[in-house]
């Protein structure tokens, strides 16, 4: 039997005061009392984790091998440890259940016993509940201290500033970097000047070679206007100027996944509340004539000019480097899609710039519009792929023989049982031979119900396939009909909605469609359904379990019919949605010549 332990603190405190030793202790006076090997590779960890999250290194480890079915059992302390909301339990103990691999609970045993199981639902709302009030009590004591003046809001001192080393937390502390000062001061002295942009101070700093805030050579736009922008170089400390915000999008559609980190918006000055005072850089009036300024140059940036209709209007990623592109215009009448990366280091955080070259707009938006019109006046290429990736068509005569022969199947067990029975009334049978029959054909029995299940439910999916394949069909003949006379607002709209993503590697270029699938996708564009961009992607599995078609590449001369429904093209789009059946996500892939 292969056993795997899970241990869990929440802070780095209790990781130094022993109390995840504590618990190994208690677990391996356990495994000694049940005669079970103790193996400390099969130990897994979570050194200051909280529970209230699934995202803990130690448990992705375990799943994964669980999922794989290494363990038979997994012992840990008590279900707080596991997890702290109720229903992340749940999830957890069903999914390790599912692998094979039984979950014991050493301070608090549990069993399938409603009563156990009512228990443990209670003991997880009670852990649930205890982190809820340990967290607003925290959070009220750390405000109180706050405009008390004893604490300071910052977990590393701005640029310019440092801290007692022994108290990093006490205002009294706090004292001016001269060197990172004075790059500051003449920071907001420069930026004033007229002609002067973020861009411009980031290229002069590079020359300097003055190095950032993080030790690095190069600067970027958002740590500059982080500097700018922060009222402590005045010589007020300040919190709530800002609140968490989920993440909305990253730097590129093509990038790798990364972490699930959101990000902060700025509040209104006055939800600012002044709580101690530092040594002070720059005076009130100077930091307002900075804002003023960067407000300014915002609004008249060259991103906000609209002076040319771009269809694809961020849609666009170039296929060399995996960044975005973005439209640019000359006085001469001349637009192209040009990538990111063959901008400035500053902007594009490359050395070097992408070799790809700009894209004519005209030419794109010409192929895309006649490719979107294409799909639309033959939806029928669509919806046989997506029947087909949701397992093909069945015949009614075959649906039906199905269903009849597990209705005859359970039909003859049960008569088998009966017979059994009388068999067993009238002493032709001993009791061992009766309990031995009788066990055998009710697991017969339950593998007819299984069946059964599984078929329904298969049903059930088919029927919500032909629902969806209708209302594809409804959708492209209602869209149809405008297309012809569609003006460009028309035409934007229909694009947002349409197509997800426009890939232009060299002469290749690969559109990636959304197409809806009920009403309520025909009102919502499909990035916004997605859950979060920084998600790591679900198995093949779960998604196909969440109902969906992956985003798919097609090479030129296949039908969409030779790519949907793959496991490899499933794998490939596995970014978690809100509701897959609102919206089917599609790829088409053709070759062109761009001038």
Known sequence: MNIAVYVRVSTQRQTQTQTIEQQLDSLHNYHEAQGWPWQEEHIFRDDGYSGAKLRRPGLDRLREQIGRAIFDRVVITAPDRLARNYVHQMLLIEEFEQGGCQVEFV?????????????????????????????????????????????????????????????????????????????????????????????????????????????????????LRGILTNPVYTGTVYIGRSRPTEARGRHSALVPIGRGRGGHVQTNQEEWTAITQVPAVINQEQFDLVQQKLVHNQQFARRNNTAYPYLLRAMVSCGTCRLGCIGRSSRGGYAYYVCVGKSHGTISHRDEKCPARSIPVEQLDELVWQDVCEILTHPNAITTALARAQGGLWLPQELQARRENLRKARVSLEQQMERLTDAYLANVLQLEEYKRRKIELEQRLSVIAEQKRQLEATVGCHDQLAGMVQSIEIFCQRVQQGLSAATFEQKRQLIELLVDRVIVTNEEVEIRYVIPTSSKGETTRFCHLRLDYFDRPVSTSQFQQLRGIGLLGRQTGDTIDDVLGTDEAMFHSSTQMKDLSHATPIARQKVIKLA
Do not use: C
Request: aromatic letters at 6%; proline letters at 7%; a positive charge.
């Open 107 to 223: 301070d608090r045993p549990m069993s399938h016993d409603p009563h156990d199981q009512l228990l443990l639902q209670i003991r997880g709302a009670v852990s649930e509940y205890e982190r809820s009030l340990i967290a607003e009590r925290m959070r009220r004591g750390r405000r109180q201290k706050y405009l008390a003046g004893g604490l300071l809001p910052w977990t590393r001192a701005p640029y310019g500033y440092r801290v007692d080393p022994a108290h990093p937390r006490d205002p009294a502390g706090v004292r001016l970097d001269l060197a990172e000062a004075a790059v500051v001061a003449e920071l907001f002295s420069s930026y004033l000047q007229e002609g002067k942009s973020l861009k411009a101070e980031i290229q002069r700093l590079t020359n300097l070679g003055v190095a950032s805030p993080a030790g690095k050579t190069r600067w970027n736009q958002a740590t």
